[in-house]
């Protein structure tokens, strides 16, 4: 409800049903459910358009969008959304903004698993996460170095803690290919992910799949062939804009940038799920 007030905040046009739902991660008749409770109880109208909009009263309540929020490039909603579509798993959208890697948006069908401990924010658990992985692999070799001596934390048995074997994989990502964790966070849920470049081949967002791990080892080819070719969609298709550079992302007391090792002026925007 908390989540639905903040959407409705953040759109002058308003919202119809069926974007609420999606945003949310929900199924339609759960968002009518919800938007239907905010009629009754004055907090939002019912426009003749079927947008629905908070009230006057209502916007006195909710915070103003932050300043820090994440900016995401026009269109990437929609991106998610197909990924979901194409492969029926839960899906997130990860952005780099003010020092932090965060997972602004995400989709999945009421009753999919989600990771336990996913928060909305990527930071000490990157090396454990597909999504935080390829946040990583855009630090130059300084900058992962000082995040491997704050110590690789364990969270599984099959949690990457040796460096060497986390910059083996990065490098790897870094050369195209795609990011994993296999029961690395949480047991029996695995993930993978893959950057979406601009026009220029500099990354400004992730895009990422969570499943179990039965999945994971039945479906992972045809599901990684989803992943790269929406990620394509959103790159090519899209031509999505870049995100300022953000010098502070993964080390907010270091100060060190995120970028990949191409850039010269530009950063990524590249963790609890915000809209599911």
């Given at each position: 409800m908390l989540r639905l007030l903040t959407y409705l905040a953040e759109s002058d046009a308003g919202l119809r049903a069926d974007a609420v739902a999606a945003r949310l991660g929900k199924s339609p008749s759960t968002a009518y459910n919800l938007l239907d409770t905010l009629v009754r109880e004055g907090f939002v109208v019912h426009g003749a358009d079927g947008a629905y909009r908070?009230?006057?009263?209502?916007?006195?309540?909710?915070?103003?969008?932050?300043?820090?929020?994440?900016?995401?490039?026009?269109?990437?909603?929609?991106?998610?959304?197909?990924?979901?579509?194409?492969?029926?798993?839960?899906?997130y959208l990860a952005a780099a903004q003010s020092g932090r890697v965060i997972i602004p948006l995400a989709r999945g069908r009421q009753g999919m698993p989600r990771i336990p401990g996913l928060g909305a924010r990527i930071g000490e658990n990157a090396h454990a996460l597909a999504l935080g992985k390829v946040a990583l692999s855009l630090l130059d070799d300084a900058g992962i170095d000082r995040y491997a001596r704050a110590g690789l934390r364990a969270f599984t048995p099959k949690t990457i803690t040796d460096p060497d074997r986390l910059r083996t994989q990065l490098a790897a990502i870094r050369g195209g290919a795609v990011a994993?964790?296999?029961?690395?966070?949480?047991?029996?849920?695995?993930?993978?992910?893959a950057p979406v470049l601009n026009v220029r081949g500099q990354a400004v967002a992730a895009l990422g799949i969570s499943m179990s791990a039965r999945c994971f080892e039945l479906e992972r080819a045809e599901l990684t062939e989803a992943l790269?070719?929406?990620?394509?969609?959103?790159?090519?298709?899209?031509?999505?804009?870049?995100?300022?550079?953000?010098?502070?992302?993964?080390?907010?007391?270091?100060g060190a940038n995120l970028r990949s090792a191409t850039a010269t002026s530009s950063d990524i925007s590249i963790g609890e799920e915000v809209a599911s």
């Open positions: 908070l009230t006057a009263d209502a916007n006195a309540l909710v915070p103003p969008v932050s300043a820090t929020a994440a900016r995401l490039p026009t269109g990437l909603d929609g991106i998610l959304d197909t990924l979901f579509e194409r492969t029926h798993k839960r899906v994993f964790d296999a029961e690395e966070f949480r047991e029996d849920f695995c993930c993978l992910a790269c070719e929406v990620a394509l969609q959103a790159s090519v298709v899209l031509g999505v804009p870049e995100i300022p550079e953000d010098r502070r992302v993964l080390e907010p007391r270091a």
